[in-house]
């Protein structure tokens, strides 16, 4: 693998943030130098407007999505605390117990036959 440029690891350090506050979005992905080569004028029109939506927030005082949210408010949206790998291992976990509470019923009460 060759050496990466200056503007290409901002770029990436921005996409692979685990804070989702300081994480790049995609339009502030593209904003980044390192596609000024490629960046195409109807995404430049994006990341103007997208500019000026920020800009307009901040001037009216209003803070980001997920700043200052409390786990009360996030679990009364539906949102969960937990990673998508912790959800799953903990579904993988209940699903392993599951079988192996079946497996010690017995096939014939499996199948409804016996109860």
């Given at each position: 693998?060759?050496?990466m ?28 130098p ?7 004028p ?22 980001n999505?997920?700043?200052?949210n409390?786990?009360?408010e996030?679990r ?11 959800m ?7 699903s392993?117990?599951d079988q192996?509470?079946?497996s ?7 199948m409804?036959q016996?109860?």
């Amino acid at each position: 693998m060759g050496k990466m440029t200056p503007e290409a690891l901002q770029c990436l350090k921005g996409m692979l943030a685990l804070d989702p506050e300081r994480r790049s979005t995609a339009i502030e992905a593209l904003a980044e130098p390192w596609f000024d080569s490629l960046r195409e004028p109807e995404v430049e029109q994006l990341i103007q407007a997208d500019r000026q939506r920020k800009a307009q927030r901040l001037a009216s005082g209003e803070t980001n999505q997920y700043s200052n949210n409390t786990e009360g408010e996030r679990r009364r949206r539906g949102e969960s605390s937990k990673s998508r790998a912790s959800m799953r291992s903990t579904h993988n976990q209940n699903s392993l117990q599951d079988q192996s509470q079946m497996s010690m019923i017995g096939p014939m009460s499996q199948m409804g036959q016996v109860t």
